[in-house]
């Protein structure tokens, strides 16, 4: 079972925005700015696309944006492209020197 | 450039032990953290721990604590994990990754097979 709460499967046709959530508790995504998220496409490593809740790291397009609100973080797309489509993961500090990943959600470009 | 680059697929038996290395270049090894994340077929990511390459110090997830052991040989920049008793779930690719606070570098993966 996932720490962290991702549902599995968005979609969206190319142009439009997406959000994707993760939820989690007042233990981990509350009370942490510590939440990253990474892309993976199929049979590749992991990408990491935010990191610190909303910061990109350097190279990471700014159609992906990061924010959080209580227990929940989320990551928007904006401008889908096709190269986009693929499973997108986010991860948080749980205390205790732990980290925790959601499930993941599975992109689709329509 | 900033890479790890991990060892080879291995295959094991069930009850075995598998220890996978991952050179770090193109960076201060000391400087970083390194955390181990395997990926079960079709599933998701499972962080598995972390340590810390200045000191040693470690943190392990609490499913794995007393069969994963993670080390670091800073005279080769190098990171290692350990994982003892194999079972047929603990197949996967295992991924290392820099850390300092979020995951920004990663390796190739090692998939490790466990069947008898």
């Known amino acids: 079972q996932s720490a962290l709460t991702q549902p599995a499967s968005v979609s969206g046709s190319p142009g439009q925005s997406i959000t994707i959530s993760c939820t989690g508790t007042s233990s981990d995504v509350g009370s942490y700015n510590l939440v990253s998220w990474y892309q993976q496409h199929p049979g590749k490593a992991p990408k990491l696309m935010i990191y610190?809740?909303?910061k990109r790291p350097s190279g990471v397009s700014n159609r992906f944006s990061g924010s959080k609100s209580g227990n929940t973080a989320s990551l928007t797309i904006s401008g889908l492209q096709a190269e986009d489509e693929a499973d997108y993961y986010c991860c948080s500090y749980a205390g205790s020197s732990t980290v925790g990943f959601g499930g993941g959600t599975k992109l689709t470009v329509l | 450039q900033v890479q790890l680059v991990q060892s080879g697929a291995e295959v094991k038996k069930p009850g075995a032990s598998v220890k996978v290395s991952c050179k770090a270049s193109?960076?201060?090894?000391?400087?970083?953290?390194i955390s181990w994340v395997r990926q079960a077929p079709g599933q998701g990511l499972e962080w598995m721990g972390w340590?810390?390459?200045?000191?040693?110090?470690?943190n392990y997830a609490q499913k794995l604590q007393g069969r994963v052991t993670m080390t670091t040989d800073t005279s080769t920049s190098t990171a290692y994990m350990e994982l003892r008793s194999l079972r047929s779930d603990d197949t996967a690719v295992y991924y290392c990754?820099?850390?300092?606070?979020?995951?920004?570098?990663w390796g190739q993966g090692t998939t490790v097979t466990v069947s008898s």
């Open positions: 990754a820099r850390d300092h606070g979020a995951m920004d570098v």
């Open positions: 193109g960076y201060t090894f000391t400087s970083y953290g």
């Open positions: 340590i810390s390459a200045y000191n040693g110090n470690t």
């Open positions: 610190e809740g909303s």
